[in-house]
């Protein structure tokens, strides 16, 4: 009798080793297909979750999103959403702070890449272990051009953060943007927009008011790539700061380099369009 129960014994240990290890293999088989995955995309469609709660009540919750494949014209293509973007940050910080000047961690995990398993997801793996990439930005203190806000922008592979490169938000006195800059902070991409468009003067909730256009230029000027900011619909964009956003790659951009444009359009959400009405709705210095 005791033969057996030890011999049952050394079976769930053999078992509990051998799901461990097929765990660890689906974490690094994740991480990477899913950086490929994007890789692959023309575009992609981020789309922000209506919070009616917060709608209702004024009382600001985590931003949550979801990224889908779009074509090369930025139209979202009928297919599960790639990955989940959930915001964490402190109830203090949303309450106290606008949009533009709170940090947070957002955590993007990857629930649609197709060849991922949610069976085996589910079996496996907490919804710390399905986190692909983080957004880290800390509070800072800015005045004009000193000390702007930088968002960092890390891959997640083998539970090690890996920097991909910088999300920084320069002074403009009219326009808006940021900055893409790589690993070694050698700048990639600049994505700016212009003030003397109609969501910027007229806060009609109607969906061709607001609508912002974006370039994605390379250093030497060149425009490669365009970002458009679009609303939800006339009751949403009217009670709600949820929007909807639509992004081309440039051809012939890295795996990386996606990523890191995936980056720079949450942050630019952050900056000038969290808090509708608010202190983000004037353009100019800070």
Not at 40 to 61: H, N, P, R, V, Y
Not at 78 to 105: D, H, I, M, V, W
């Amino acid at each position: 009798m005791q033969g057996a129960f030890n011999q049952i014994g050394s079976l769930g240990q053999a078992m509990a080793i051998q799901m461990n290890e097929q765990a660890q293999h689906l974490i690094q088989a994740i991480s990477s297909s899913c950086l490929e995955i994007l890789g692959q995309q023309d575009g992609i469609f981020i789309k922000q979750k209506f919070e009616l709660f917060e709608a209702i009540t004024g009382f600001e919750t985590p931003n949550v999103y979801k990224v889908y494949a779009a074509n090369d014209q930025g139209k979202k293509k009928k297919q599960k959403a790639l990955f989940k973007c959930k915001e964490k940050s402190s109830t203090c910080a949303r309450l106290c702070l606008p949009g533009n000047a709170r940090p947070f961690e957002m955590k993007i995990n990857n629930y649609g890449c197709k060849d991922f398993q949610p069976a085996m997801a589910k079996m496996f793996l907490k919804d710390e272990k399905r986190v692909v990439f983080k957004f880290k930005r800390e509070y800072q203190c800015t005045c004009l051009c000193f000390n702007r806000p930088r968002l960092e922008v890390l891959y997640v592979e083998n539970d090690e953060n890996k920097k991909l490169g910088t999300i920084v938000n320069p002074w403009y006195f009219c326009n808006i943007g940021c900055h893409v800059l790589d690993i070694h902070d050698n700048l990639r991409y600049i994505v700016e927009a212009s003030c003397c468009q109609t969501y910027f003067w007229c806060r009609c909730p109607c969906n061709s008011c607001n609508k912002v256009e974006f370039v994605i230029k390379v250093p030497t000027g060149e425009v490669v790539a365009h970002l458009m900011k679009k609303g939800k619909d006339c009751c949403k964009n009217m009670v709600g700061d949820a929007d909807n956003f639509s992004l081309i790659f440039p051809k012939g951009a890295s795996k990386e380099d996606k990523a890191l444009l995936l980056a720079v359009t949450l942050m630019m959400d952050y900056m000038y369009f969290e808090d509708k009405g608010g202190a983000q709705a004037s353009v100019g210095p800070e």
